[in-house]
């Protein structure tokens, strides 16, 4: 008798397509449904009448999300217009609330949302999720008007290839990022979007949320370790070469490892962990908010990390960078044949740290002087990524109205 053997991860594989078949499936029956109803059930004034229909929906990955999207949703409800909220996350923020006008939705998570999404029935759809009619999510026939919000202030293109090329707008929070993304369409030869700079809605949260933090009294002085995530992200490069000087120095070293790091890097950070249990200088931060940490702070080192533009736009604090490179061959930005508008401005605002000085890296920081240049070129920096500053939430509501009325307009034609 033959046996045939899976291994596991194959396994894994097929499960994942089985389970995404039959939500697929699913859902499919359900539009059909729908659809048969409208046909049998009647028309209003000549129109299809479809229930399932949402005029605004937004769909948020997870709970990581919230502060982008919570000012979105405050104006939606201060204006009571009804907004849903789709999301992948059972403890979503959005759930904490009594909304009057918000209908927020837990529709799974992977495959089963994708599946949901795919066919769902909309006006305007608002989302940081990219690979849009790239990977699993596709363009739904009922949805008017796709949209991307960026959820960063640095470079548009550092996501993976073609991550926005077909959506209908992406929200930008800064001028800058719209000459990147037209070269971009241009080269490839896909549909001219539009480029709206509407701020960046989770730095107005955090503003508003780091100035209601109290100082800390007897305040030591503290170095943030943030770094990115992957082989070229500094926790996982030189891991011990650099907290092992570092917490030596007696100073309080809070490390807080990218979100990404606790599900791909789980055995570095445990054996990290380890190593310092006993050293009381060292605290580790896995809060949802980086917030609390970034207050503390009186000094960041980081790499290609996007945190550093959280602590310098949100603090005005010294940053120092560790060039541990970056390939950029699975992203947009490779294909500009440029240097990153983000590491260029690294450049003029923070100070590099080469592994050299790792083991004198207290001298090296105490020596490290913030100059008036430093600072000015922080300003700049901030002024040219995070523009239109506590009106993100207004900006990105106004527009998907607009769009709405817009479509409205040339359907009554």
């Not at 046996?3 to 097929?14: A, E, K, N, V």
């Not at 990147?180 to 960046?200: A, H, N, P, S």
């Not at 990115?228 to 490892?257: C, N, Q």
């Not at 702070?297 to 604090?317: N, P, Q």
Request: proline share 4%; glycine share 6%.
């Amino acid at each position: 008798m033959m046996i045939l053997y899976i291994d596991p991860g194959t396994g894994s594989m097929l499960f994942s397509v089985m389970i995404g078949a039959a939500a697929t499936l699913f859902f499919l029956a359900k539009a059909l449904i729908i659809k048969l109803k409208v046909i049998f059930s009647g028309r209003k004034d000549g129109i299809q009448v479809d229930s399932s229909y949402k005029k605004y929906l937004i769909y948020s990955e997870g709970k990581q999300y919230w502060n982008t999207f919570k000012p979105v949703v405050e104006e939606f409800e201060d204006r009571g217009i009804e907004l849903s909220f789709y999301t992948s996350a059972k403890d979503d923020p959005v759930f904490e609330t009594q909304w009057k006008f918000i209908k927020p939705e837990f529709i799974g998570e992977g495959n089963s949302a994708f599946a949901k999404l795919n066919l769902v029935s909309a006006g305007f759809v608002l989302m940081t999720t990219p690979g849009l009619q790239v990977y699993q999510l596709k363009r739904s026939k009922n949805v008017k008007h796709y949209s991307h919000v960026l959820h960063m202030p640095n470079d548009a293109t550092t996501y993976r290839l073609f991550g926005l090329d077909y959506f209908d707008s992406v929200l930008l929070s800064g001028d800058y990022q719209a000459t990147d993304l037209r070269t971009l369409e241009e080269m490839r030869g896909t549909k001219k979007k539009d480029l709206v700079t509407i701020g960046c809605p989770y730095l107005d949260v955090y503003k508003k949320n780091i100035e209601e933090i109290p100082e800390e009294e007897n305040h030591p002085f503290t170095v943030l370790v943030s770094p990115s995530w992957g082989d070229v992200g500094i926790l996982k490069k030189y891991g011990e070469k650099l907290l092992d000087p570092l917490s030596k120095t007696g100073w309080r070293i809070i490390v807080r490892p990218h979100p990404q790091s606790k599900k791909s890097e789980a055995d570095m950070l445990a054996r990290l962990e380890e190593r310092y249990k006993n050293n009381a200088n060292i605290i580790w931060d896995y809060e949802r908010q980086n917030i609390f940490s970034l207050k503390k702070a009186d000094v960041m080192i980081s790499d290609f990390s996007g945190i550093v533009f959280d602590y310098t736009f949100l603090c005005d604090k010294p940053v120092m960078y560790v060039n541990a490179g970056m390939d950029l061959r699975p992203y947009d930005a490779y294909d500009l044949n440029k240097k990153l508008w983000q590491y260029e401005v690294l450049e003029k605002f923070g100070t590099e740290l080469k592994e050299e000085q790792f083991e004198n890296i207290k001298d090296v920081i105490q020596s490290m002087s913030d100059s008036m240049e430093l600072a000015e070129q922080r300003k700049i920096a901030k002024e040219t990524a995070w523009m239109h500053q506590g009106n993100a939430g207004k900006n990105i509501a106004d527009y998907m109205i607009k769009i709405m009325d817009e479509i409205n307009l040339k359907n009554q034609k």
